[in-house]
């Protein structure tokens, strides 16, 4: 493994520093995600369990950007996958007219921690593989419902800027300015946060009811 030298670009363009923020702009841009979380709980009802989620994208990322230790990969990238599945989750119930189950969201998850930690690069395919089936199944939720279509339109929007700036913005990217205080990951962090809040609502809140997982959902229908 290639050692960056301190002060020199990262992956993400903003220079290595020294103590406990490898990556300060974006280990603090990190909590973006905490902020989301907050504010799912307190403006919807029945999505702890998805604000929970989205917190630890925020806190794993915190980990990756700040003191970087040896478990940094499993802590940013499992609750991201979990989130990811989860939205994935959601919207195949919604198109299938029935419950939200617990399992479908974490069965993917937990089965990709075997690969972050021995087969990083295959890992991240599939992370990417999820991505992708997250983003076409709520993108066939919006044509299906047209109540949702307008916040899909926005969250998509939202990651869609987002992935494009944090990816111009990467080391060698034209967006690159490493001396910069805003860094192009920083924003992607910024808007992919905004965007989870404003997908929450759209999301199936959680019932308990008997015989179902704790993060089990019933919705009525269309």
């Known amino acids: 493994m290639t050692t960056i030298p301190l002060d020199a670009p990262g992956p993400g363009c903003e220079p290595l520093a020294p103590g406990l923020l490898a990556e300060p702009v974006a280990a603090v841009t990190s ?3 905490v902020v989301a979380a907050l504010v799912i709980v307190l403006t919807t009802r029945g999505r702890s369990g998805y604000a929970l989620l989205v917190a630890g994208v925020g806190v794993g ?5 700040g ?4 478990y940094a990969d499993l802590a940013h990238d499992l609750p991201l996958v979990a989130t990811l599945a989860f939205v994935a989750a959601d919207s195949a119930a919604a198109l299938r007219r029935r419950s939200r189950s617990w399992w479908w969201w974490a069965g993917p998850t937990v089965a990709l921690v075997p690969l972050i930690l021995l087969a990083p690069r295959i890992a991240d395919l599939a992370q990417a593989g999820i991505a992708v089936l997250a983003v076409a199944l709520t993108v066939w939720r919006a044509a299906r419902d047209p109540a949702s279509r ?4 926005w969250t998509v929007g939202l990651l869609a800027v987002g992935a494009v700036i944090g990816t111009l913005s ?5 967006l690159c300015v490493p001396e910069s205080v805003i860094q192009g990951h920083a924003v992607w962090h910024v808007l992919a946060s905004a965007a989870l809040v404003v997908l929450a609502p759209a999301l199936a809140p959680v019932t308990r009811s008997r015989g179902q997982g704790p993060w089990s959902a019933r919705r009525s229908s269309w």
């Open 31 to 33: 909590l973006a995600f």
């Open 61 to 65: 990322s915190v980990i990756a950007h």
């Open 67 to 70: 003191p970087d230790p040896a």
């Open 150 to 153: 307008t916040r899909i339109a």
């Open 170 to 174: 990467r080391a060698g990217g034209p």
